[in-house]
T-cell receptor, first 114, second 112 residues
Framework: DTEVTQTPKHLVMGMTNKKSLKCEQH?????MYWYKQKAKKPPELMFV???????INESVPSRFSPECPNSSLLNLHLHALQPEDSALYLC?????????????FGNGTRLTVT | GDSVTQMEGPVTLSEEACLTI???????????LFWYVQYPGEGLQLLLK?????DKGSNKGFEATYRKETTSFHLEKGSVQVSDSAVYFC???????????FGTGTRLTVIP
């Protein structure tokens, strides 16, 4: 069982919808991440939070809006997405924002934009 | 910039065969190196890691040694099982932001 829980597992949304992806971890990790993974590709970093503050935004379009309400929760708010945004969205956490601190991934939300 | 070059797949092996998946890297400084595995329909799981030169990471019969002189971190297993079928990603992290650079992934299929 994964220790990083993502909901929902699957999401279908239209281009005018607003939806949110949720991620939760209770390992006491202080860094949390959003990745996007297209089919047969490696994950691509979107955002990094450290101690609930946004640390990295990899030039992600504003139709993706992250939020870290507390140290255990990470949300990704979605608005006016495009079909090319369809992908597997992975949340991850690590004990600290350090290079030797491995990431723990959730099982992802498979998003389809119609 | 930092990057990881990983052996192209897919790789198909018979059960109990030996596995090697090549991974080389380019990085400034002293990166930490990782192998992650992704089973169908799941997220990535850490398989093993090494944080300094000559370290050997191992887990579930898999091994990889951090070779600074050849900038490599090849994944090996002496006898694969059907349950090892998955996609394997080599990755490095070399800065304080813990931005993982992934290789392209290698799909392994083990047939009985």
């Amino acid at each position: 069982d994964t220790e990083v829980t993502q909901t929902p597992k699957h999401l279908v949304m239209g281009m005018t919808n607003k939806k949110s992806l949720k991620c939760e971890q209770h390992m006491g990790h202080r860094a949390m991440y959003w990745y996007k993974q297209k089919a047969k590709k490696p994950p691509e970093l979107m955002f990094v939070y450290s101690y609930e503050k946004l640390s990295i935004n990899e030039s992600v379009p504003s139709r993706f809006s992250p939020e870290c309400p507390n140290s255990s929760l990470l949300n990704l708010h979605l608005h006016a997405l495009q079909p090319e945004d369809s992908a597997l969205y992975l949340c991850a956490s690590s004990r600290l924002l350090r290079g030797d601190s491995p990431l723990h991934f959730g099982n992802g939300t498979r998003l389809t934009v119609t | 910039g930092d990057s990881v070059t990983q052996m192209e797949g897919p790789v198909t092996l018979s059960e109990e065969a030996c596995l090697t998946i090549n991974c080389t890297y380019t990085a400034t400084g002293y990166p930490s190196l990782f192998w992650y595995v992704q089973y169908p329909g799941e997220g990535l799981q850490l398989l093993l890691k090494a944080t300094k030169a000559d370290d050997k990471g191992s887990n579930k019969g898999f091994e990889a040694t951090y070779r600074k002189e050849t900038t490599s971190f090849h994944l090996e297993k002496g006898s694969v099982q059907v349950s090892d079928s998955a996609v394997y990603f080599c990755a490095l992290s070399s800065d304080g932001a813990n931005n993982l650079f992934f290789g392209t992934g290698t799909r392994l299929t083990v047939i009985p």
